[in-house]
């Protein structure tokens, strides 16, 4: 569910710039947010519980709460046994395996040797050793 928020987040953000939406109020935001989660997410919406009827229109407490709702608790040591275990699988283009260990990565708090970690898993990782 986490790496599914982090992408639709990412293509909300990017949506939001596209039809120029940044700048409208937070309720018109939250609205065009909610009709785009899908059934499944809306009927999580609705289960929110929010301070006040005013709160669950704003568009910064609606993205939290789905924040905290979609990701939750990470447990870092299980993302980095997920990242470490990963290889690239028989006729896997390398872009699509290093997307997948970049989207891996976020997730294990890695800090600043982040890029360093995911170039050696790239190269344990791979399948064609001439690569």
Not at 4 to 9: G, M
Not at 57 to 64: D, F, L, P, S
């Amino acid at each position: 569910m986490a790496d599914n928020w982090h992408r639709f987040k990412d293509q909300w953000d990017n949506y939001e710039v596209v039809i120029e939406l940044s700048d409208a109020s937070s309720e018109k935001r939250a609205a065009v947010f909610l009709t785009s989660v899908g059934l499944e997410a809306y009927d999580v919406y609705c289960a929110m519980h929010f301070e006040s009827d005013e709160e669950c229109k704003k568009i910064e407490n609606v993205v939290a709460d789905f924040e905290a709702f979609c990701i939750g608790a990470v447990n870092v040591t299980y993302e980095r046994y997920r990242f470490n275990k990963r290889t690239q699988e028989a006729g896997e283009r390398f872009y699509v395996f290093l997307g997948e260990i970049r989207r891996l990565a976020r997730a294990c708090d890695f800090g600043t040797a982040e890029e360093s970690i995911v170039r050696d898993r790239i190269v344990v990782g791979l399948k064609d050793d001439t690569t």
